[in-house]
C-alpha cells in the first residue's frame, strides 16, 4: 500500500488556524481514521477520529470545539481543521487509519488501539 503522507503543517501564531492533510486513496478498506500528535517529552495522544461507514467524530476534550476531521466526498483525503491554536498544540501530527469494528473505533480515545498504518508526520508549531 501507499505509505500515508501528511501535509499542511507549519509555523502559525496563537489564534490562527491550519489545516492538516493526509492521503488515503489506498485505504479503503479501512473505516477507521484518526489523527495523533505527539509533543517533545510527551506521549502520543489520539486526538481525532472517525469511523467512516457512519461519519460519526470523536475528538479530545482538549480540541474539542477547535479542530474538526473530516474526509472529502471521494474518501482520498483525510483532513483536520485546527482553529484556535494555542501554544499547547505545539506536536508533530500523525494520520492513522485501520479497519476496526465501530464500538472499537469509538473507544479510541478511551483506551489504547494498535492502528497499522501510520504516516510519517507533520510538525505544527504554535506560537505566543
Known amino acids: 500500500q501507499v505509505p500515508l503522507v501528511e501535509s499542511g503543517g507549519g509555523s502559525v501564531q496563537a489564534g490562527g488556524s491550519l489545516r492538516l492533510s493526509c492521503g488515503v486513496s489506498?485505504?479503503?478498506?479501512?473505516?477507521?481514521m484518526g489523527w495523533f500528535r505527539q509533543a517533545p517529552g510527551k506521549e502520543r495522544e489520539g486526538i481525532a477520529f472517525?469511523?467512516?461507514?457512519?461519519?460519526?467524530?470523536y475528538y479530545a476534550d482538549s480540541v474539542k470545539g477547535r479542530f474538526t476531521i473530516s474526509q472529502d466526498n471521494g474518501k482520498n483525503t483525510l483532513y483536520l481543521q485546527m482553529n484556535s491554536l494555542k501554544p499547547e498544540d505545539t506536536a508533530r501530527y500523525y494520520c492513522?487509519?485501520?479497519?476496526?469494528?465501530?464500538?472499537?473505533?469509538?473507544?479510541?480515545?478511551?483506551?489504547?488501539?494498535?492502528?497499522?498504518?501510520w504516516g510519517q508526520g507533520t510538525q505544527v508549531t504554535v506560537s505566543s
Open positions: 472517525i469511523y467512516t461507514l457512519s461519519g460519526s467524530t
Open positions: 492513522a487509519v485501520d479497519r476496526f469494528s465501530w464500538a472499537t473505533c469509538s473507544d479510541t480515545l478511551n483506551r489504547e488501539i494498535k492502528f497499522r498504518y
Open positions: 489506498g485505504y479503503t478498506y479501512s473505516n477507521c
